[in-house]
């Protein structure tokens, strides 16, 4: 990343006083969204069309969006949704789903461990929040894994009606820190979802690109594009 990524955030970080974090695929992966990391993992064993895989994980993420116990841990989750992809892949038995689960959830558990470290150094200094389409499970993951008590607000899409890119989600979770958007930052790995959704609202944004993303810029010039979520410790702290 050169520095002139970095400037206009680090320039004004003064007056940033709200972190607000995508959750899959930020905070749980190295910029990947979860589908792509269930399609590397599910191609490991077996050979299945790109957009066959694509129609089955969107309708198996569909059924249990709203539809799972608000207490459910992280791996359960996980493993509904590759057992939802198999079904809709008429993948037979379950040792194919079962091995992508344990797989994904084990690398999941490895960022997040990195995640909360990075979420405790930035605590004491900045509001933090989790934005994120969800399953309406939010909350529990983030007990689970330790970074509840870090955060002033935890935005689950199923929980309260509304999902990213959509304005209302964000302006859901300034309402909840409280912040204005002028005064907050959005970090996530998806142009689509996060960083116009963030854009919408008048948040300035940091594209998780990932390692193997080279080129991948960000829908404003001005805003910044890292490869690893460690990298805003440099920016914030």
């Given at each position: 990343m050169t520095p002139n990524h970095k400037s206009p955030i680090t320039n004004h970080k003064s007056?940033?006083?709200?972190?607000?974090?995508?959750?899959?695929?930020?905070?749980?992966?190295?910029?990947?969204?979860?589908r792509e990391r269930?399609?590397?993992?599910?191609?490991?064993?077996?050979?299945?069309?790109?957009?066959?895989?694509?129609?089955?994980?969107?309708?198996?993420?569909?059924?249990?969006?709203?539809?799972?116990?608000?207490?459910l841990p992280f791996a359960e989750t996980v493993g509904r949704l590759a057992r939802g992809i198999a079904a809709?892949?008429?993948?037979?038995?379950?040792?194919?789903p079962g091995r992508v689960a344990a797989r994904f959830s084990a690398a999941s558990r490895e960022?997040?461990?990195e995640s909360a470290a990075l979420l405790r150094r930035l605590?004491?200094?900045?509001?933090l929040a989790i934005v994120s389409n969800?399953?309406?499970?939010?909350?529990?993951?983030?007990?689970e894994i330790g970074i509840h008590g870090l955060l002033c607000a935890e935005v689950d899409s199923a929980v309260v009606g509304?999902?990213?890119?959509g304005r209302a989600i964000f302006e859901a979770a300034l309402a909840q820190l409280p912040a204005g958007p002028g005064e907050s930052v959005f970090i996530g790995d998806s142009l689509e979802r996060d960083m116009a959704g963030a854009r919408a609202v008048g948040m300035r944004h940091v594209l998780l690109a990932g390692e193997d993303s080279?080129?991948?810029?960000?829908?404003?010039?001005?805003?910044?594009v890292i490869r690893r979520l460690d990298e805003l410790a440099e920016m914030f702290l």
């Open positions: 007056g940033v006083s709200a972190l607000l974090f995508d959750f899959g695929g930020t905070l749980d992966g190295p910029g990947l969204a979860w269930f399609f590397r993992l599910w191609r490991e064993e077996e050979e299945v069309p790109r957009d066959r895989f694509d129609r089955a994980f969107f309708a198996a993420d569909d059924a249990i969006e709203g539809s799972v116990p608000a207490s809709g892949l008429g993948t037979t038995g379950e040792a194919v960022s997040l461990s605590a004491p200094s900045y509001k969800f399953y309406g499970n939010l909350s529990a993951v983030c007990r509304c999902r990213k890119p080279d080129g991948k810029r960000s829908c404003c010039p001005e805003d910044p």
